[in-house]
């Protein structure tokens, strides 16, 4: 029996478990691959406060799993198979766990697009967040491949330092209001309807996008905007989601199950990035301990 057990390794539950663990509470995070979540698979990090430099995604998040288990936290390298809530019990691989608190750190996955060249070039050039990777592409080409806010705003934020290609299957965006009107506006933007993208290519310089019509386009890198999926299947049947499949719950972290909270990229949110994660892990750490000093799930 644990006081604290964590589903997801990103960074929400790295953080959550290095502040339930530093508080005292016997706490295990259970992760099925590596330490870092989407964090770990960026090359490079120029946003996260404290490095002006910028920090590999990889070394950010193994000093993340380092500091936690130095506090304690151990860590269940495992599939969860299932999870019954409301008795805080995970079924793994090899067998069961229970806390008296759980934190569902589940994170979200980028749609892809999947298309020949894609996964290749993932951190070589395809890139699913603007806001993390756009600073490498300062005076270059850039596309983005998508029709809805995302893609707009994407494609607006680029447009400040890079030229921006916006590629859209349909003869209309998704998007619409003010933003979609700066778009149009924006002398750094070009858009292509009716456009898919059929396959990436290495180039001599930078990425070959094979489009619709037999034609091409040469860019240095292309961000896919073509939405998110959050990993709440898991605890869909058990949990309110809203529309989009993201975990409801407050910025106290708390869902709709006592003792039960959601970080990081699962839980519905404005933003989802490193820093926001952080937060939303320390916070529900808090909560935990604040849950269990009341003498809950005892």
Wanted: charged letters at 25%; one cysteine or more; proline letters at 4%.
């Amino acid at each position: 029996m644990y006081d604290v057990a964590i589903i997801g390794g990103g960074p929400a539950g790295l953080t959550a478990g290095m502040y339930a663990a530093r508080a005292g509470w016997k706490t295990v995070l259970v992760e099925r691959g590596l330490p870092g979540g989407q964090a770990a698979t960026t090359d490079r990090l120029e946003n996260y406060p404290g490095f002006p430099e910028g920090v590999g995604g990889p070394e950010l998040m193994m000093a993340f799993a380092d500091q936690a288990a130095r506090f304690g936290m151990e860590t269940e390298y495992a599939e969860v198979r299932a999870v019954d809530l409301k008795n805080k019990r995970l079924t793994l691989d090899g067998g069961e766990l229970q806390a008296r608190a759980l934190i569902l750190a589940l994170g979200a996955t980028p749609r892809k697009l999947g298309v020949p060249g894609e996964l290749e070039n993932i951190g070589r050039g395809v890139s699913y967040c603007a806001t993390c990777d756009g600073a490498f592409y300062r005076g270059k080409r850039v596309a983005v491949v998508g029709g809805g806010d995302t893609a707009v705003e994407d494609a607006l934020y680029l447009s400040r330092f890079a030229h921006v290609t916006l590629i859209h299957r349909r003869d209309r965006l998704r998007a619409m209001g003010a933003q979609v009107e700066k778009l149009r506006a924006n002398d750094h933007v070009e858009m292509l309807l009716t456009t898919t993208v059929s396959a990436i290519e290495r180039a001599e310089q930078g990425l070959l996008l094979r489009l619709s019509g037999e034609k091409t386009l040469a860019v240095d890198g292309v961000f896919v905007a073509v939405g998110v999926e959050p990993q709440t299947k898991l605890v869909e049947d058990q949990l309110p989601l809203d529309a989009g499949g993201y975990i409801l719950a407050g910025e106290d972290t708390q869902t709709a199950i006592p003792g039960v909270f959601a970080a990081g990229d699962c839980r519905k949110k404005p933003l989802r990035q490193v820093s926001t994660a952080v937060g939303d892990g320390a916070t529900a750490a808090y909560m935990a301990g604040v849950y269990l000093e009341e003498g809950a799930g005892a």
